[in-house]
């Protein structure tokens, strides 16, 4: 069955930058992209970017070019995903989500992480 | 900026039905947007329901249902249960391989 098993906690300082893990199974990891939602607390779903799980290429939101970093190692079937120059509004619970070119969709979920940025 | 608007609240009676909409700030949305609906239970990771307008993921109940209404997408849930009570959130595909989340409804079943 496809699963998204994503890294543990993060408490970071702000300016600092931190780097996510979202590992995949039960599927061909090459043939579907990967992509990196955040939610803070208390608050909706926000969109950050994807990653083509086999050639590498990607695609950021806005927002956060210039910030974010994706990055997929097809020999691990293991995505990552970087955000530095963190500040306080960061602080969200980050999730993984495989994405489906036939349908345009993100299918699956990985469990989220919670990074806390905190002085 | 375009900003995906959903309605923040609706309340059904058990057994009842509700429609959720997805809307833009300008323009409508039509199947070209690949609309989807995720449930997502507070604490929990979203579930995707509904892709490309109308299909239903693996395992999802029939009692939930996808459609282009007007100018909107749109989520009905039919027979509301008591575990139906929580988030849904729409994300439509606006091209260029950016993706926009709507801002989100929650329904609550009393």
């Known amino acids: 069955q496809v699963q998204l098993v994503q890294s543990g906690a993060e408490v970071k300082k702000p300016g600092a930058s931190v780097k996510l893990s979202c590992r995949a199974s039960?599927?061909?990891?090459?043939?579907?992209?990967v992509h990196w939602v955040r939610q803070a607390p208390g608050q909706g779903l926000e969109w950050m970017g994807w990653?083509?799980?086999?050639?590498?290429?990607?695609k950021y939101s806005q927002k956060f070019q210039g910030r974010v970093t994706i990055i997929s190692d097809t020999s691990a079937t293991t995505a990552y995903m970087e955000l530095s120059s963190l500040r306080s509004e960061d602080t969200a619970v980050y999730y993984c989500?495989?994405?489906?070119?036939?349908?345009?969709?993100?299918?699956?979920w990985g469990q989220g992480t919670l990074v806390t940025v905190s002085s | 900026q375009t900003v995906v608007t959903q309605e923040p609240s609706f309340s059904v009676s058990p057994g009842g039905t509700v429609t959720l909409t997805c809307g833009l700030s300008?323009?409508?949305?039509?199947?070209?947007?690949?609309p989807s609906w995720n449930q997502q239970i507070p604490g929990q990771a979203p579930r995707t329901l509904i892709y490309?307008?109308?299909s239903r993921s693996s395992g999802v109940p029939d009692r939930f249902s996808g459609s282009i209404l007007g100018n909107k997408a749109a989520l009905t849930i039919t027979g509301a249960q008591a575990d139906d009570e929580c988030d849904y959130y729409c994300?439509?595909?606006?091209?260029?391989?950016?993706?926009?989340f709507g801002t989100g409804t929650r329904v609550t079943v009393l």
């Open positions: 990653i083509n799980a086999g050639h590498g290429n990607t």
């Open positions: 994300v439509l595909y606006m091209g260029s391989g950016i993706y926009v």
């Open positions: 989500a495989r994405g489906n070119y036939d349908i345009l969709t993100l299918d699956y």
């Open positions: 490309s307008t109308n």
């Open positions: 300008s323009g409508s949305v039509s199947a070209t947007y690949y």
């Open positions: 039960g599927y061909t990891f090459t043939t579907y992209s």
